[in-house]
């Protein structure tokens, strides 16, 4: 079994031990294939960046379930695939573009609070991922006002359940099988195609850009003039509504839990909040000022980081640290680990969003911190999550403060992300003005 069962029973607490008790660079097998732990931003940089060409995704990410899902968007592609896509897709996220979606996060988080009464509780966690749901599928269909798009949210919250589950790897290892599960899952998958292929077929017809995200690589162009097919388009629709919801909703459930956790970061963040945003509705032009509130997204991604760990495969031989490693060598890194290290922030068990200096930033070594992993296959979407997290918490926070339930414990709970087990449970209060 190699180190499979110790694995499965505590992911975290086992990562941690294993660094604890062993170092840096970590040899380790799960049943017959052979895996290596790297903790040190200099490995970690090595495999994620300065030596990417010589690793694909790890296995895990290889699965038939992953592929029915997401096919061969950009999270799972490879090779001059992944180029080519990578290139098509990226001009969607460029700064300048995604200002268009700041009004679309704002608006759809006052739409989510204009229901919320004082002293009501929440569980923050559900909330989040519903509106970050709402809201990438809005960006990428914003011009498409049917219900079709509601629809699109239902379904794919059913769909990503089985992730939810511990059985996830059994579930993946098994879905070749008919089970009802299985069959239902297919039957979801089915619909949604049915519903962004129509989609994809009415904005062909329309040629003109309606500024959403699906607009943008409709109409993107490589070099040679070529265009992304309709089967494509489709698989980076469905990346994106993946790989762009639950992540930005767990940071901000975790960054939730912090605030209620820490009174003086909590009463930092409503001092900046009113200072800068006051009465008026949270803009894209107000991002540069909010800096307390980017600070405390950034130490929260440090302690509870939605990607906890990312794997690749080495494709030929290579050294590591001195060390050989053969091709087919499963490669782990773990922010949740790296990121709490002592060697590189102080106290680094403590909620202190006034780290995040320009000054520490500097100083820090690059893979100290990677919540959005590096190299060619970081985060297509970091600037945009980084501007909706932000906007999210202002436009909750300029009218409300969420204080914890008493007595209700939060623990870690490592699914496919870092999630918080039974939820964020908080008493909504209302701010008097
Ligand atoms: C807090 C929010 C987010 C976090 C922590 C996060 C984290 C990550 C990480 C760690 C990777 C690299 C995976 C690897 O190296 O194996 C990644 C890739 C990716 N992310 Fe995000 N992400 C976030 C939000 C988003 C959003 C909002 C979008 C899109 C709307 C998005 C789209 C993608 C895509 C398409 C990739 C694959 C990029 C490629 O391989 O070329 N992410 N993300």
Not at 68 to 73: D, S
Not at 152 to 177: C, H, Y
Not at 267 to 296: M, N, S, W, Y
Not at 352 to 377: N, Q
Request: one cysteine or more.
């Amino acid at each position: 079994m190699g180190v499979m069962k110790e694995f499965n029973r505590d992911s975290l607490g086992f990562i941690e031990r294993v660094h604890r008790d062993y170092g840096d660079i970590v040899w380790s097998r799960f049943l017959y294939v052979p895996a290596l732990f790297l903790y040190h931003p200099n490995e970690i940089e090595y495999v994620l960046a300065t030596n990417a060409k010589n690793f694909v995704k790890a296995m895990t990410l290889r699965s038939n379930f992953f592929q029915r899902l997401v096919g061969n968007g950009l999270l799972t592609s490879e090779g001059e695939e992944w180029k080519r896509q990578r290139r098509l897709t990226s001009p969607a996220f460029h700064r300048h573009r995604i200002a268009n979606y700041a009004d679309t996060m704002v608006n759809y988080t006052r739409r989510m609070t204009a229901t919320w009464q004082d002293g009501e509780t929440r569980d923050a966690h559900q909330d989040m991922m519903r509106l970050t749901l709402e809201i990438v599928v809005r960006c990428l269909f914003s011009a498409d006002v049917s219900n079709d798009v509601d629809h699109v949210g239902e379904t794919l919250k059913q769909l990503v359940k089985p992730f939810a589950s511990q059985a996830t790897l059994k579930w993946i290892l098994n879905n070749r099988l008919p089970t009802p599960q299985h069959l239902q899952f297919n039957r979801q998958v089915k619909k949604i195609d049915e519903v962004v292929y129509r989609i994809i077929t009415e904005r062909r017809a329309h040629a003109d850009d309606a500024g959403d995200l699906l607009s943008m690589m409709l109409k993107a162009r490589d070099e040679d003039g070529s265009q992304m097919s309709d089967q494509q388009l489709r698989d980076e629709v469905m990346t994106l509504f993946l790989a762009g919801h639950e992540t930005t909703a767990l940071t901000l459930a975790w960054t939730w839990f912090l605030l209620g956790s820490n009174p003086d970061a909590e009463k930092k963040f409503h001092a900046e909040l009113d200072e800068v945003i006051g009465e008026h509705e949270p803009t894209f032009e107000d991002l540069p000022r909010l800096k307390f509130t980017e600070q405390i997204v950034k130490e929260s991604m440090r302690l509870y980081p939605p990607a906890y760990g990312l794997g690749r495969e080495a494709i030929n031989d290579c050294e590591i640290g001195g060390y050989p490693v053969p091709a087919g060598t499963q490669v782990f890194v773990f922010q949740w680990v790296t990121q709490r290290d002592p060697r590189f922030f102080d106290e680094p068990q403590a909620f202190k969003p006034e780290r995040w200096t320009e000054e520490f930033e500097a100083r820090l070594p690059r893979y100290a911190y990677f919540p959005f992993g590096g190299g060619p296959r970081a985060c297509v979407g970091a600037s945009f999550a980084m501007m909706e997290m932000i906007l999210v918490l202002a436009t909750i926070g300029q009218r409300f403060r969420l204080e914890l339930v008493r007595d209700h414990p939060v623990a870690v709970y490592p699914a496919m992300s870092l999630r918080p087990k039974d939820g964020v449970k908080v008493t909504v209060r209302q701010k008097i003005r």
